[in-house]
C-alpha cells in the first residue's frame, strides 16, 4: 500500500500512540503525518486550513470524546471537508462505543490493539468501498449500511434515496496507485 500522496491528521493524547500510528503509516509511504494531541487542536489546525486526505482519531481525548469531535467535522462549521474519511481507534469493544462512534460519522471503527495489517485493511476499505454520505435531521455521514438488501420491508424514510449524498470524496484507492 503506498499512501504517499495523502495528509493524514492523526489525534490522539498519547504521544506513544500517534508516533505508533505515524510509524505504521510510514511504512506505508504516508510521509505527510500531522498529530493533533487533542480535539481542541485537532479543530484548530482544521479551521486553519489543514485539508486532511483522512483523519485517524482516538476514542478518548484529553479535552473531549472522539465522537464529540467527529460530530463538529461532520457539522461542517470552519473545517475545509466535513466529508474527510475518519477511523476511529478505541480500546472499547462493546457494541454500544462502536455504534456511538458509527453514529457519530466514523467511516470505520478499530479496536485496539491492532494491527499495520488491521490499520491497513480499515484505510483499504475507505478506499476501495466508499459509502455516500447521510444528510438528516441528526446525523451526517457515511451510510452506515454496508450493503444493499432487498429484504428490508421497513418504511422509505429517505424517500427514494433522498438525503443521500455521494459527496465523500473517500480516500484515493492506495492499491492502484505506483509504488
Do not use: W
Not at 13 to 32: H, P, Y
Not at 72 to 92: E, Q
Amino acid at each position: 500500500m503506498n499512501l504517499s500522496n495523502m495528509r493524514i491528521l492523526v489525534v490522539d493524547g498519547s504521544a506513544f500512540a500517534r508516533n505508533l500510528v505515524r510509524g505504521i503509516l510510514n511504512v506505508f509511504q504516508c510521509k505527510d503525518v500531522r498529530e493533533a494531541a487533542s480535539g481542541v487542536e485537532a479543530l484548530e489546525m482544521l479551521r486553519n486550513d489543514l485539508a486532511p486526505d483522512m483523519i485517524i482519531t482516538e476514542y478518548l481525548l484529553p479535552d473531549m470524546e472522539g465522537t464529540q469531535l467527529i460530530r463538529k467535522i461532520r457539522a461542517g462549521k470552519n473545517v475545509p471537508d466535513p466529508f474527510v474519511p475518519i477511523i476511529m481507534l478505541t480500546s472499547f469493544s462493546e457494541r454500544n462505543k462502536v455504534e456511538a462512534a458509527r453514529d457519530a460519522g466514523a467511516n470505520e471503527v478499530l479496536i485496539k490493539p491492532f494491527s499495520a495489517e488491521g490499520l491497513r485493511r480499515h484505510i483499504a476499505a475507505i478506499a476501495k468501498n466508499p459509502r455516500p454520505f447521510i444528510e438528516t435531521e441528526g446525523f451526517i455521514g457515511p451510510d452506515r449500511r454496508r450493503r444493499e438488501t432487498s429484504a428490508y420491508q421497513g418504511p422509505d424514510r429517505r424517500g427514494k434515496r433522498g438525503g443521500i449524498e455521494d459527496r465523500g470524496k473517500g480516500a484515493q484507492d492506495p492499491e492502484s496507485r505506483e509504488e
